[in-house]
């Protein structure tokens, strides 16, 4: 992959470290109040003049009132000379595997380029109705890189940044939070990408934006008004809050990645947002293919697809019963959940 830079193996492994709360962090500030803030949701002109990497384009379109992302999905911030990937992605968790489970992979040979081109409105619409996020893509970063959600699993109940393991200084997640897909592609962040919010950190400030949701809205570190730092209970059941942020002064909605405890990412997006076309190819979201898994459980696709219905994750177990197969089987067929 030619020139792709790597991480130092002496930074930190991991969550991102919590920041320290300055006093200068005590002026008169809450979440709530932030409501009340003047606010202007037309993010194209801080799309525009925001930090991206250099093999990063933005085309922003006035008209429709979006912007295009397209990058190689490499992560212009470099990554560790090695990861453990899993031998089988379906063996969930991994953080009580032996390093036999894993293949050691050299990044510079395994990492792979990964076409993005993500389409995201300037304008975008807070709705008090949420909508989950699903595996696979579900924002892009100012580094090139894709964000994911928490997890490791279509029934959301593997954490990645909780499942890290290590093995002889080898590790699942790099110090940036992020890795690949176990082919090597898709390289994403799953936690606060440390690279990017410590680069752009300034100390008794808000965190600088690291990149935006599929929804539109901005994407941030755990540093809110004032250096103070964010955890969960600070925010809503999807990460986000309204208020000033330096590149949106009058005021936003917007997200903040933590690091207290799950969710260190975003679950659900209180933006409207199309998933379907938010999750398309080189998103690593991609719809399975339907025809394959209904043809190898011997069923209709329209069988397959009326069985697992609109709710993400599927019920699975719901959904064998009513096609009269195995949870197991069903499970099996399905691809394997994104690593």
């Known amino acids: 992959m030619g020139d792709q830079k ?18 200068a962090a005590s002026l008169i500030y809450s979440p709530s109040s932030a409501q009340n803030v003047k606010q202007s949701n037309d993010t194209a002109a801080v799309v525009q003049a925001a930090n991206w990497a250099d093999h990063v384009k933005i085309t ?13 999905g490499i992560p212009d911030h470099g990554f560790a000379e090695q990861y453990l990937i899993p031998s089988d992605p379906n063996d969930q968790p991994f953080a009580d595997k032996p390093l036999e489970f894993f293949d050691v992979q050299n990044s510079a040979d395994y990492f792979k380029e990964t076409e993005i081109d993500a389409t995201i409105t ?12 699903s595996l696979g893509r579900i924002g892009v970063a100012l580094s090139g890189a894709q964000i994911f959600n928490d997890y490791e699993n279509p029934d959301r109940s593997v954490v990645a940044i909780d499942d890290q393991v290590v093995h002889d200084h080898v590790a699942f997640l790099d110090n940036c939070n992020g890795h690949t897909l176990v082919d090597g592609t898709n390289y994403h962040y799953h936690g606060i990408p440390v690279c990017i919010a410590e680069a752009a950190a300034q100390a008794g400030q808000h965190s600088r934006m690291i990149g935006v949701l599929a929804d539109g809205f901005p994407v941030y570190g755990n540093n809110d008004v004032g250096g103070i730092v964010v955890v969960n209970d600070d925010l809503d059941a999807c990460s986000g809050h309204s208020g000033p942020t330096p590149e949106f002064p009058e005021g936003i909605y917007h997200y903040h990645l933590t690091a207290d405890e799950a969710p260190y990412m975003i679950d659900c997006y209180h933006g409207e947002v199309d998933v379907a076309a938010n999750n398309g190819p080189g998103g690593g979201g991609a719809a399975p293919d339907f025809a394959a898994v209904a043809d190898q459980l011997g069923i209709t696709e329209a069988e397959l697809v009326g069985a697992l219905g609109d709710t993400r994750p599927p019920d699975f177990a719901a959904a064998a019963q009513a096609l009269g197969v195995s949870e197991a089987d069903l499970r099996a067929a399905m691809p394997a959940p994104g690593q």
Do not use: C, E, H, W
């Open 60 to 72: 922003v379109d006035a008209d429709a009132k979006t912007f295009r992302f397209q990058s190689n």
């Open 6 to 23: 790597i991480m130092s193996k002496k930074t930190l492994y991991g969550t991102a470290a919590a920041s320290v709360v300055l006093a």
């Open 122 to 133: 300037t304008q975008p619409v807070y709705s008090d109705t949420s909508t989950d996020t």
